[in-house]
C-alpha cells in the first residue's frame, strides 16, 4: 500500500506558474499509475491530469497546454507544473495513485489518495 503527501500549493497571482509535488511512500513506487485531480468545495472531484509508470501522460482537455505532470521514480514523486493559472484554478489538488492497466480519468480508479494541497490564484 503506498502513502502520498502533496506539497507545493499556496497563493499565486493570476498568469502566474506552481508546480506541485507528491512524494509516495510504502511501496513500489513504479508499479503505480499517477494522476492529480483537484475539488472546489461543493463541486465533485475534477480530473487534471496522469502519468504511466513508464512516462505516458494524459491531461484533462482544459489543461493541455498549461499544466505538464511528471515523475522521478528514483526519487519516488511526481509533479505537477502549472503555468499560466487562472483563478478559475483555485482548488484542492489531490495526488492519487493506482495500479492500472491504462490511464484513468475516473478518480474512482485511484484507491490511494493524498491528504491535498490549497492552490489559490488571485486575480
Known amino acids: 500500500q503506498v502513502q502520498l503527501v502533496e506539497s507545493g500549493g499556496g497563493l499565486v497571482q493570476a498568469g502566474g506558474s506552481r508546480r506541485l509535488s507528491c512524494a509516495a511512500s510504502?511501496?513500489?513506487?513504479?508499479?503505480?499509475?499517477m494522476g492529480w485531480f483537484r475539488q472546489v468545495s461543493g463541486k465533485e472531484r475534477e480530473f487534471v491530469a496522469a502519468?504511466?509508470?513508464?512516462?505516458?501522460?494524459l491531461y484533462a482537455d482544459s489543461m493541455k497546454g498549461r499544466f505538464a505532470i511528471s515523475r522521478d521514480n528514483a526519487k519516488n514523486t511526481v509533479y505537477l507544473q502549472m503555468n499560466s493559472l487562472k483563478p478559475e484554478d483555485t482548488a484542492v489538488y489531490y495526488c492519487?495513485?493506482?495500479?492500472?492497466?491504462?490511464?484513468?480519468?475516473?478518480?474512482?480508479?485511484?484507491?490511494?489518495w493524498g491528504q491535498g494541497t490549497q492552490v489559490t490564484v488571485s486575480s
Open positions: 510504502g511501496d513500489t513506487f513504479s508499479r503505480y499509475t
Open positions: 502519468i504511466s509508470w513508464s512516462g505516458r501522460t
Open positions: 492519487a495513485a493506482a495500479i492500472l492497466y491504462r490511464l484513468a480519468k475516473d478518480p474512482s480508479q485511484y484507491p490511494y
